[in-house]
């Protein structure tokens, strides 16, 4: 028989070792105690299909995903102030690329580098994407997103306009060379001024215009990187680099683009005007988003959709081709708890499996993964996906750094002035901005 | 006896003083917290660097944020733009919102109707209002220019582009927005005029019929006076309202075509949100603005006064 008081040295090592165990059983994420999972993302087509993910994910795990969706307008608004307050409303963020800098510095994202190379995801999609989309600081090889929904600027075509005998004997007439999907810029130009035919109601183009936030910055990166023009050296340069002889011919590019063949009217253009004018006849050919060219494709939102062909960027005069980039990545939010934080890379582990991403992709998603890219499954599926499949190896993006905000501020202030109102010359204007990012980069201490 | 009511009545009713403070505890407390608090704080801000998404705490800089702002010609640019923008906008309204009146005021068939009519622009969302002027003022389809005379697109002028058969034709972007603005806003001063006109007593055109005055010299000695109050009044509210332009340049040109239509407003919504969030550096700019206004505010209320007294 046991006395009393080794019954008590018993009762309290059992107290000890239960009680040692318990915030072990504590610390480890239990990510199977959380039933619902929230990610914020804008208010749009991908939006949906990624509820669509989620719902998958719910049948196969008991795990609720539910995409809470924010108009474009207010998306960034609404995120960044719940973040600056610690905000736990949602486990993920769809992000722009251009916030990335922001979510890190201000420790919004959780660090996704181990996760993402330890479970091979890393490699799984276009190294383009991983760079703009997950990765900062840039070259650091430290990622905070999965890149989901790749996108990046291309073109929407007339084929039956291209296609028009009358038309082919025309051009080649006055311009030597076959009327066809043009391979470089200066080719773009030609077909734009043949198409420019006012008494017809037809212009070349619908570019980007757009002051209100990026889009005039995105349409002219779409020649400037193809130009071999940059908005930044490798130590964060801008003197002579913005401004270099690529960019200022980039720009002049634009504007006489903008000048001869531009739509009139839309001065301040951006993905639904510029839409608009190839649904209203009025364009040969448009620049937009890939994400907004499933309108083009629909019969019923498009009368010409029958006979609207897509390309990638031409190239510049030494070859180069670029696109501006869109899309975004999924961080994971670091102000949720460690198991809520475990329950997310779980999704995103099973999103990022290459038969997930193909599902992503035949719902109408923009995957980033290599291996689907590739296969003729995607890009048959739709008639602009071999030209966003092309894309998508040649993408390259304005700054991500905290200051980007300010930067794209005098970026679009001063392209909108020389293109739209025609003040200034090219370089002027691309002196002033670099002249205002080095003021605004060294405020932030970015560069001395 | 009294005191034997109170006492019983004060387990079943609220005394007078307890409902009166009832009433006015709870809005006291709703505009000290919505309207009191964000103003001082607001204020506060305005001496900070502080950063509504960088999870710092506001770190003060004194008159810096203030300095910046009196010192950057490139504000100086959006307020020069707003006071001309505000010049054109309002005497315009002035001048068609008392031709309105002057028209309305005379009773004729379907008069009624046609004042309510003339109303609708104000009842509709300045965005809304602004995005199917857009589609007005398009060179290609929008019927503005078609009106004006001009057929093809590429010879006529490109409102909301500031280009004129594509040459640059700086104002013309703003000179856009006024007229839409003017389009909205004439029927309120119009509103404002009507009432003054309406009671001005008959027996004053009487005398001046009976002392063969013209129309011309009956307008001027007798309209114009006794309609001065409430038009002083119409310009005092539309001039602080054009400062305070947001919604219809937004809409219509997103402050561009370059910084012709960036309004101060305008740059003030860039500052505080757009990505930038410079939350400290916008206050600051906000309470420049609000100085502004009281100043205008309080010479219009100066003539009001004056011509109150002469009334």
């Given at each position: 028989m046991l006395n009393k008081k080794s019954l008590l040295y018993i009762f309290m090592l059992i107290v000890f070792v239960l009680g040692a165990c318990a915030p072990a059983a504590t610390q480890a994420p239990a990510a199977s105690n959380v039933k619902e999972l929230k990610i914020l993302w804008a208010q749009w087509s991908p939006a949906d299909y990624l509820q669509q993910i989620g719902a998958m994910y719910e049948k196969e795990t008991g795990i609720k995903v539910t995409v809470v969706q924010e108009p474009w307008g207010s998306f960034g608004d609404r995120f960044n102030v719940a973040m600056a307050a610690g905000g736990t409303e949602w486990d993920m963020v769809v992000g722009d690329s251009q916030w990335l800098g922001q979510g890190v510095t201000a420790k919004y994202y959780v660090d996704l580098t181990d996760f993402m190379k330890s479970n091979g995801i890393d490699k799984s999609v276009t190294p383009a994407t991983l760079q703009y989309y997950g990765e900062y600081p840039s070259g650091s090889g430290k990622y905070y997103a999965f890149p989901t929904e790749g996108d990046a600027d291309g073109w929407a075509y007339r084929k039956d306009l291209f296609e028009d005998p009358a038309n082919k004997d025309a051009f080649k007439a006055k311009y030597g060379y076959d009327l066809a999907v043009p391979t470089t810029w200066a080719q773009l130009m030609d077909i734009a001024k043949f198409f420019t035919q006012p008494d017809k109601k037809l212009y070349g183009v619908a570019i980007y215009t757009q002051k209100d936030y990026d889009a005039i910055t995105m349409g002219v990166e779409n020649v400037m990187f193809s130009?071999?023009?940059?908005?930044?050296?490798?130590?964060?340069?801008?003197?002579?680099?913005?401004?270099?002889?690529?960019?200022?011919?980039?720009?002049?590019?634009?504007?006489?683009?903008?000048d001869c063949c531009q739509v009139p009217g839309l001065n301040n253009a951006f993905f639904t005007e510029t839409n608009d004018a190839m649904i209203g006849g009025q364009a040969a050919m448009i620049m937009n988003y890939f994400a907004f060219f499933p309108a083009l494709a629909n019969k019923s939102t498009n009368p010409h959709a029958d006979v609207t062909g897509f390309f990638a960027n031409p190239a510049g005069p030494t070859g180069k081709r670029a696109a501006a980039l869109g899309g975004q990545g999924i961080s994971v939010i670091s102000f949720v708890s460690p198991e809520r934080q475990q329950a997310s890379l779980d999704f995103i582990k099973w999103f990022a499996q290459e038969k997930i991403q193909a599902q992503w992709a035949t719902l109408g998603g923009y995957t980033c993964n290599i291996n689907v890219l590739k296969t003729d499954a995607f890009k048959n599926a739709t008639p602009y996906n071999p030209a966003f499949s092309e894309t998508m190896t040649f993408v390259q993006d304005f700054w991500n750094i905290p200051t980007y905000a300010k930067l794209l501020e005098s970026t679009q202030r001063n392209l909108s002035a020389f293109v739209v109102e025609g003040k200034g010359t090219a370089k002027d204007t691309m002196d002033t901005i670099a002249a205002d990012h080095t003021a605004s980069l060294k405020a932030d201490g970015v560069i001395k | 006896m009294s005191a034997d009511k109170g006492s019983s009545g004060k387990n079943r009713h609220l005394s007078n003083r307890a409902i009166v403070n009832l009433f006015i505890w709870p809005t006291l407390f709703l505009l000290i917290a919505m309207n009191v608090f964000p103003l001082f704080y607001s204020l506060y801000l305005g001496f900070t660097n502080y950063s509504a998404i960088a999870r710092q705490a506001?770190?003060?800089?004194g008159f810096q944020n203030f300095s910046n702002i009196l010192n950057d010609k490139q504000l100086w640019e959006y307020f020069a733009t707003t006071g001309r923008y505000a010049l054109m906008s309002v005497s315009l309204q002035t001048l068609v919102g008392f031709g309105l009146a002057m028209l309305v005021r005379e009773k004729f068939k379907g008069g009624g109707i046609l004042t309510t009519l003339i109303l609708i622009p104000m009842m509709i969302s300045p965005v809304v209002v602004g995005l199917f002027w857009k589609l007005m003022y398009n060179p290609t389809f929008g019927f503005f220019n078609f009106l004006l005379?001009?057929?093809?697109?590429?010879?006529?002028p490109d409102w909301l582009a500031s280009r004129f058969a594509g040459q640059p034709m700086p104002g013309l972007a703003l000179f856009a927005v006024v007229i839409v603005d003017v389009w909205i806003w004439a029927p309120f001063v119009m509103l404002l005029v009507l009432s003054g006109l309406k009671a001005i007593p008959d027996y004053l055109y009487e005398a001046a019929v009976v002392d063969r005055a013209s129309?011309?010299?009956q307008f001027w000695r007798i309209t114009l006076p006794q309609v001065a109050p409430l038009l002083l009044i119409a310009v005092l509210f539309r001039t602080i309202e054009a400062f305070k332009s947001f919604d219809l340049v937004m809409g219509m040109t997103g402050g561009g075509p370059g910084s012709q239509t960036e309004l101060i407003a305008v740059n003030l919504y860039r500052q505080a949100f757009l990505g930038q969030f410079r939350t400290g550096p916008a206050s600051a700019l906000a309470y420049i603005i609000l100085i502004v206004i009281i100043a205008i505010s309080n010479l219009y209320i100066k003539y009001l006064n004056q011509s109150k007294g002469e009334g």
């Open positions: 130009y071999g023009g940059k908005w930044q050296a490798a130590d964060n340069t801008v003197q002579g680099v913005v401004n270099s002889q690529e960019s200022i011919d980039a720009l002049q590019y634009y504007r006489d683009l903008y | 506001p770190v003060w800089v005379g001009f057929g093809n697109p590429s010879k006529a129309s011309w010299f």
